[in-house]
C-alpha cells in the first residue's frame, strides 16, 4: 500500500501511521521526523533547516525532495509506505508522482483528515513527545500513566519548540496556504478519502483501515 496522510498539523496524521504500519507492515516516513533527527545529529541538513523548524515554516521544496527521493530508494519501501507530512505543497506533490511513475509505482490512497483551526489550536499546545522514542500523547485526550513520562521508557516528555500557541497559529495559516490546494490535486485524481479526524481515535484508525481494504491492490 502507497499511503499519503494530509491534513493540518495536529490532525493526528503521526497517530494514525502507526496504526497504519503496524497493520500493513509498510514503513512510516515522515519528512518532519527526518529534519527532527538530522537537527538532533548536527548533520549539514540538520544544519540547513534548523532555524526554519524553529519558527514553523516550510522546508524548501528542492530540499524535501531530494531527501524523499533518497528515502525511496531504500529497500524497505518496496511494499510500500505511509508518508506523513509529505507532500506539503503541488510541487512537492508533482514530484512525488514522478519519483513513483519512475519506480513504476503510484499512489493507492491520500487519507484526508480534516479539523478546524480552534481543535488544532487546542490539540497541539497538549501535545507532549518522549524524545527518546518518539512517542506522542495528548494530556486532554492520551495522557501517559505518570504525568509527564513517556509509559515506554520512563523518559521526561518534551513540548516541542513549534507546539506553541503563536508557532501554531501560523503552520496553520501556511497549511491552508500551501498544503490544501492539495485537496483538489488528489480529489481530481479520484484518490482522495475524506475523514473527520475530531472523533475518537480508535474509531477512527477502524474507518480508515475498513476503507483502505476497499482500495488494496
Ligand atoms: P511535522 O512534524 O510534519 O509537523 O514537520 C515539522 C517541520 O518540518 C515543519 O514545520 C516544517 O518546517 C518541516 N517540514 C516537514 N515536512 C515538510 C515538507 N514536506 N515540506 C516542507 N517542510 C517540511
Known amino acids: 500500500m502507497r499511503i499519503v496522510l ?13 496504526d497504519l504500519i503496524d497493520y500493513f507492515k509498510i514503513p512510516h516516513i515522515s519528512t518532519g521526523d527526518m529534519f527532527r533527527e538530522a537537527v538532533a545529529a ?40 505511509v508518508f506523513d507530512g509529505y507532500p506539503r505543497t503541488v510541487p ?6 514522478e519519483i513513483l511513475s519512475k519506480m513504476s509505482a503510484k499512489l493507492d490512497a491520500v487519507i484526508y483528515l480534516e479539523i478546524s483551526e480552534q481543535a488544532v489550536v487546542k490539540r497541539l499546545t497538549s501535545r ?54 492539495l485537496v483538489n490535486y488528489y480529489q481530481d485524481k479520484n484518490i482522495l478519502i475524506r475523514v473527520n ?14 476503507t483502505l481494504e476497499k482500495v488494496r491492490p
Open 6 to 18: 494530509l491534513g493540518a498539523p495536529g490532525a493526528g496524521k503521526g497517530t494514525l501511521a502507526k
Open 42 to 81: 548536527g548533520t549539514e541538513l540538520g544544519r540547513k533547516v534548523k532555524n526554519i523548524l524553529e519558527s514553523g515554516l516550510l522546508v524548501p521544496d528542492d530540499i524535501v525532495i531530494q531527501v524523499v527521493e533518497e528515502r525511496l530508494k531504500k529497500g524497505d519501501c518496496q511494499k510500500g509506505f
Open 92 to 97: 512537492q506533490a508533482i514530484a512525488l508522482d
Open 128 to 181: 507532549r513527545v518522549c524524545p527518546r522514542c518518539g512517542r506522542i500523547y495528548n494530556m486532554i485526550s492520551m495522557r501517559p500513566k505518570n504525568d509527564e513520562q513517556c509509559d515506554d521508557d520512563g523518559t521526561k516528555l518534551i513540548i516541542r519548540d513549534d507546539d506553541k500557541e503563536e508557532v501554531v497559529r501560523k503552520r496553520y495559516r501556511l497549511y491552508v496556504e500551501m498544503t490544501q490546494p
Open 197 to 210: 479526524s475530531e472523533i475518537d481515535h480508535q474509531d477512527l484508525a477502524d474507518r480508515v483501515i475498513q
